[in-house]
């Protein structure tokens, strides 16, 4: 194929980017990836360093992170990420990834559908949806269970693989469940995730081995590297290692100019670097004037003891991912709910603790460590349409500036606290004890981004069905940045499914 001439040219080799090259690739069409994100993990040290990063920054409690952000690997991903996208931010944290994979290479694995309750306002359907839920199911790989009672909350689309074991912590916590539902409108399961439990292709099964903060280097969490690397088997299919710095008009299409100023062609072009990196490359095709949206789900974390659990040992096996999955309907409403997580701390950093205890550092350590066998962290996230961040651009030579300001909407704080509360009573009576210091996470950090160029909108930063940019035909924006609503559920498979099937789109048309 051409060197610098595609039917389709993405940006971005994240989850959405790869999830729409597929099926144009499939279907014989030449596309070109642009990524300048490294492919390297961080370079060998000592296991301490892997740890806690070679400067100990794994150890600082500045920012108020959740541990899967505050790895060594996930802080050199996001603040490359930050020192070239140049957005500026208040009461926000613009979580976006420079790295081969994007956002997959530290991601939680967790994944749901959206039904038609959720999708209220989009201008598509789960009918829709559907094929390629299956179709990214069954590719990524997905463990959970298809029988317990957050089965058809999270979606039946794709055979599952057998859930891993449980932790002793939350195995506690589930069988209270199943001997006596707390609650009518509350549910309790296991967790689905991106996660494997029996092998797949060149990927392996989980050992269960505690390192899934480090990287998983079985290849058991989904990673979009995987999706790379069979896009490379594909002779209509280039990888280039360069930056995408803007979009021009082109005859016949658009020029995506690189670094160096080269240029790459094609009628159309996807925009799939996440949801801030995408606003980065397409603020200046929209009026700089305009004030926009973005919609993150506020997040809350509440730390849990079980009593039952004190005095025993530490898990020495097992993942650090997600355990179970929960949902408590807050109204008759359709949609109207918030899910979350329960997660164990056997493999999470001490750090994450014992930084935020009023103890000295040794003290504080050898508190978690006699609690810790008897701790998990429940994690709840809330509908977008909670968050109230707004995003200016500001004109400046070489492009809008771009200032993202984040906050919540007025009488959240009464919603949050009612939820609070319902879920104390809930988990006392399941054996868990909410510990003081449930905190609601700076707006963004949770990176369920979206709902900056909606679909269905018909303003200039709207989009169409397909994603199709209406200031700019040609464009297709493919990640977050195009879902009208950020629903109580994790996004990502949805984000992924809705790129498949604008690739499938796509590929139609030309």
């Known amino acids: 194929m051409s060197e610098d001439r595609a039917d389709v040219v993405v940006i971005g080799s994240g989850p959405a ?44 409690p500045d920012d ?19 020192r070239r996208a140049g957005i500026e ?41 559907r094929p390629s839920y299956e179709a990214v199911v069954s590719r990524i790989g997905v463990s959970g269970s298809d029988e317990d009672d957050m089965a058809a909350f999270y979606g039946g689309s794709g055979a599952l693989q057998a859930p891993p074991p449980l932790g002793p912590t939350a195995a506690v916590i589930l069988r209270r469940y199943t001997k006596a539902r707390p609650d009518p409108d509350f549910a309790l399961g296991h967790a689905r995730n991106a996660l494997l439990t029996e092998n797949r292709w060149q990927r392996q099964a989980c050992d269960l081995g505690l390192g899934c903060l480090w990287g998983c280097a079985r290849g058991a969490i989904y990673d979009a590297r995987h999706d790379v690397a069979l896009l490379r088997q594909h002779g209509n299919f280039a990888l280039r290692d360069t930056t995408a710095h803007r979009l021009e008009r082109a005859e016949g299409g658009w020029d ?23 606003l980065h490359l397409v603020a200046p095709l929209i009026d700089a004037a305009a004030e926009l949206r973005i919609l993150n789900s506020p997040v809350m974390a509440m730390p ?25 309907t807050c109204s008759a409403a359709p949609g109207d709910y918030v899910s979350g997580a329960v997660y164990e701390v056997a493999g999470l950093p001490p750090s994450s603790f014992t930084a935020r205890m009023p103890l000295g550092r040794r003290a504080a350590t050898e508190i978690f460590r006699a609690l810790s066998p008897a701790l998990a962290v429940a994690t709840i996230y809330f509908p977008g349409r909670y968050s109230a961040n707004t995003v200016k651009l500001r004109p400046a030579v070489h492009g809008p500036r771009i200032e993202v300001h984040g906050g919540v909407a007025p009488g959240f704080d009464e919603v949050a606290r009612s939820v609070r509360k319902r879920l104390t009573t809930i988990w006392r009576k399941l054996g868990a004890r909410p510990l003081p210091g449930a905190t609601l996470a700076t707006a963004g950090t949770d990176a369920h981004l979206g709902g900056v160029f909606p679909m269905g909108l018909t303003a200039p930063h709207g989009t169409d069905a397909h994603g199709e940019l209406r200031a700019a035909p040609g464009i297709h924006l493919v990640d977050g940045s195009v879902l009208p609503t950020i ?22 048309r030309l």
């Open 487 to 508: 629903p109580s559920k994790f996004t990502t498979l949805t984000i992924m499914a809705n790129a498949d099937r604008i690739g499938r789109a796509l590929a139609d």
């Open 304 to 328: 849990l003891l079980v009593p039952r659990r004190l005095g025993r040992k530490a898990a020495m096996s097992g993942h650090s991912l997600a355990q179970l999955g929960f949902r408590l």
């Open 64 to 82: 108020g992170l959740s541990p899967k952000l505050r790895t060594p690997e996930a802080r050199r991903l996001l603040g490359a990420f930050e």
């Open 17 to 60: 980017g790869v999830s729409a090259a597929l099926p144009l690739v499939e279907a014989g069409r030449r596309v070109i990836m642009v990524d300048g994100g490294s492919d390297r993990a961080a370079p060998p040290g000592a296991a301490w360093q892997r740890t806690l990063g070679p400067h100990l920054e794994a150890l600082r």
């Open 89 to 129: 931010q208040d009461d926000f944290f613009a979580a976006g990834a420079i790295g081969r994979g994007g956002l997959s290479r530290i991601w939680g694995g967790f994944v749901s559908e959206l039904d038609d309750d959720d999708l209220e306002g989009w201008p598509i359907t789960a009918f829709d949806l």
């Open 256 to 278: 995506v100019v690189v670094s160096g100023g080269h240029r790459l062609h094609a009628p159309r072009v996807v925009v799939a670097a996440g949801t801030l990196g995408s």
